[in-house]
């Protein structure tokens, strides 16, 4: 059964592309909501606009910039360069700290005046680079946290938490979307639309996602 209303947190790559597109699957209304965070490349924010409207979702960006001035990392900061690969033992200086926590609390309370309980993300447990805000218990925890602070009965949907790359390709190919995902998001850390830089960990991540995918398509056919 179709549920009524739900708010897509919406960064406009890969991932919240796809649940953007499963939301609208899964619900009657889907509204998606963009943050400006003081990311170096602000493009992703013109590109989910644009994916929007094509997805014909109501659109909202919200700036909270003070959350890349917090702390130093490679995604706010232009002076800090980025890793090329996960440090041993710890995350990646990518990691924006703080940024899903505040991310749900404004969209949840966005959400509710819309009047609308559910919330999609796409963050991944299986794909998430050892962000501490992308595990399961995280989001679990948080659910608990806005609906005591807010006293309602939020719902919080992550489709892709327990798939990897290839089988997020996947649900956008089921979904009907593979195209615009692959040639009208932008995951990339270096800001570059489509398939990226190439290079950096997003690309080289949603590129052997994309490959393993087409592989196991060819073998099906």
Known sequence: MTKDAALVVFSGGQDSTTCLFWAKREFRHVHALSFLYGQKHSKEVELAEAIARKAEVPFKV?????????????????????????????????????????????????????????????????????????????????????????????????????????????????????????HDTLTCYNGIPGDGCGHCPACILRREGLEKYLASKAHLH
């Not at 989001?139 to 290839?166: C, G, R, Y």
């Open 62 to 182: 919200m700036d909270v910039s003070f959350i890349g001035s917090l702390g130093h990392n490679s995604l706010t900061d232009p002076s800090v360069p980025m890793d090329s690969e996960k440090p041993a033992g710890t995350y990646p200086n990518t990691f924006v700290p703080g940024r899903n926590l505040f991310f749900f609390f404004f969209s949840a309370i966005y959400a509710r005046e819309l009047g609308i309980h559910h919330l999609v993300t796409g963050v991944s447990q299986t794909d998430f680079s050892g962000y501490p805000d992308c595990r399961d218990a995280f989001i679990k925890s948080l659910n608990v946290t806005l609906n005591l602070a807010m006293d309602e009965q939020f719902a919080i949907h992550t489709p892709l938490m327990w798939i990897d790359k290839a089988e997020t390709w996947a649900l956008a190919d089921e979904l009907g979307v593979l195209d615009l995902v692959r």
